[in-house]
């Protein structure tokens, strides 16, 4: 059974204006439909009073309240976690093994993506999900979705100012001797085979800049958090992998399988980012992986 719960969006008026006009600014790509649908469903206050006239004319100081229901049902799936939802943004705990995207059209393999779009769809046939930012099929960790187009668009084009902060934990083969290092270089990809190839000198490529701090080591492994002051495709494997640390269980640019994990040792543990419509600062970090310290032990 699929219960409801409320969320309450509190807005403030800067400038005079329509009520209809200021919900459709404020409400994150909301439809003239849907707006008149919330008046008329007394789930909009101005001023602590319901308010049902979308002509209502506001005044600057004027404060806005809309209580809006959130479909609150239970997703299961051995691959993904929802640790965060309300009407604008899914954040959802990917596992290792499953896309995010599809990668061929037509494809019918079971993504993130796809899982999602039936879940929001059980609540209205109309729902959607759209694709903020992607992690590898072996990387695991946090993934943000947006729930309309032009959300969407929003944070992917305001990617760097909407994100505060965003860290991974990786475990890499070898002693990586310094504790804290940046590595800067240019990266480019081949279209036939999608390998992305790291350079140090500026060939033309995308220049990829990778903070990293050395958690802990063993004569064979080291454990790291990174940060990336760029996003490009594959850019933490690639990257450690030419600096002679590649992570463990890279099959693509690194050693292929490894005897210690099954499975590529990269997590996507924290994501801060401020929320684009209620411009609450949100903060979500899952722990790391267990298999990570087995080494250590």
């Known amino acids: ?62 404060k806005v309240v809309v209580l809006t229901s959130v479909a609150n049902m239970e997703l299961i799936h051995p691959k993904l976690r929802i640790v965060f939802e309300d009407n604008d943004l899914l954040v959802v705990e990917k596992k290792a093994g ?17 899982v999602l779009k039936t879940y929001v769809r059980k609540a209205n046939p109309r729902n959607g999900v759209f694709v903020v930012h992607r992690l590898d099929r072996e990387t695991s960790g946090l993934l943000v979705f947006a729930k309309s187009r032009e959300l969407q668009e929003f944070m992917r084009d ?18 990586v001797e310094k504790e804290n290092d940046t590595v800067v270089s240019w990266l480019t990809e081949n279209p036939k085979t999608t390998r992305v190839y790291s350079s140090f000198t500026d060939n033309g490529g995308k220049k990829s800049i990778t903070h990293y701090e050395k958690l ?3 004569a064979d492994y080291s454990l790291i958090e990174l940060r990336l002051e760029t996003g ?66």
């Open 1 to 62: 059974m699929r219960k409801q719960k409320t969320k309450q969006t509190d807005l403030h008026v800067s400038q005079p204006m329509g009520l209809m006009e200021f919900l459709l600014q404020k409400m994150g790509g909301m439809s003239r439909t849907s707006v008149k649908s919330l008046l008329s469903h007394r789930q909009v206050q101005v001023n602590n009073r319901v308010e049902t006239q979308y002509n209502y004319a506001l005044s600057v100081g004027d």
């Open 98 to 114: 499953i896309l995010t995207v599809p990668t061929n059209v037509g494809s019918r393999e079971s993504t993130v993506l796809s």
């Open 158 to 175: 305001n990617w760097k100012l909407v994100t505060t902060d965003r860290a991974y934990t990786a475990l890499v083969e070898g002693v």
């Open 216 to 218: 802990q080591n063993n």
């Open 232 to 297: 490009r495709t594959n850019q933490i494997r690639v990257q450690m992998a030419s600096i002679g640390h590649p992570v463990v269980g890279d099959r693509k640019y690194g050693n292929g399988a490894s005897p210690v994990m099954n499975r590529l040792a990269l997590h996507a543990h924290l994501l801060a980012f401020n929320h684009p419509v209620t411009r609450q600062k949100l903060s979500f970090e899952l722990p790391v992986p267990k298999e990570f310290f087995k080494v250590f032990r």
